[in-house]
């Protein structure tokens, strides 16, 4: 069966530094992937779309890769602030969206 | 202004009782969806409306019945709720087929049965 999974539950990081976030899946062959962020007691919130033809996207501080030989996504938040802290959620697509179950940020200052 | 919106935002009953959660979206997309989020924040698709016609049901149970009066409104009636259906429920609606699109998410509506 289809299989999501993103690198911790929960990552620290120093105010300033680069998060970087894992997704990794299999026995799956998505279209695209996107990310998205939810603070607690909201909805998700979409960041980035990402296609399986395309190996790298920006936004901004944001970055994401696509990887479809390793089957896996890399999500990158340069110069991270302390208003970066929430979790991350990536998203498989290809009819319908097959979520992770997150990765919780925590900035520090 | 709310894009999706859903009520109510906290629904606490008793087990047995038969509830309904309701959504609306005014940003015109054809797709709209319900999403369950468990305890271990695991999001789960549970149907999918594209102009008021079902085109996702996942193995839910058939105590769990969605309702599209039109392509803006999508509700979620549950019937005998049980202990388990205790979860944040979410709405979102996205353009087009919703296939290679973003999705729009409402606030969520924190079930609690007691």
């Known amino acids: 069966s289809q299989k999501i999974e993103q690198n911790s539950e929960a990552l620290n990081i120093q105010e300033g530094k680069t998060a970087t976030l894992t997704c990794n899946y299999t026995?799956?062959?998505?279209?695209?992937l996107q990310w998205y962020r939810q603070d607690p007691g909201r909805g998700p919130v979409f960041l980035l779309l990402?296609?399986?033809?395309?190996k790298e996207k920006r936004k901004e501080r944001l970055k994401v890769t696509f990887d479809t030989t390793l089957k896996q996504s890399l999500f990158h938040i340069t110069a991270s602030q302390p208003a970066d802290s929430a979790t991350y959620l990536c998203?498989?697509?290809?009819?319908?969206?097959?979520f992770g179950q997150g990765t919780e940020l925590s900035v520090k200052p | 202004d709310t894009a999706v919106s859903q009520t109510p935002k906290y629904l606490v009953t008793q087990m047995g009782n038969d509830k309904s959660i309701k959504c609306e979206q005014n940003?015109?997309?054809?797709?709209m969806y319900w999403y369950k989020q468990d305890s271990k924040k695991f999001l789960k698709i549970m149907f999918s409306?594209?102009?008021?016609?079902?085109?996702i049901n996942e193995t839910v149970p058939n105590r769990f019945s969605p309702k599209s009066p039109d392509k803006a409104h999508l509700n979620l009636h549950i019937n005998s709720l049980e202990l388990g259906d205790s979860a944040v429920y979410f709405c979102?609606?996205?353009?087009?087929?919703?296939?290679?699109?973003?999705?729009?998410f409402g606030q969520g509506t924190r079930l609690t049965v007691v």
């Open positions: 990402i296609r399986e033809n395309e």
């Open positions: 979102a609606s996205s353009p087009g087929g919703g296939v290679n699109t973003e999705a729009f």
């Open positions: 940003l015109g997309h054809d797709t």
């Open positions: 998203a498989l697509g290809g009819g319908k969206l097959i």
């Open positions: 026995n799956y062959s998505p279209a695209y």
């Open positions: 409306y594209n102009n008021k016609e079902l085109i």
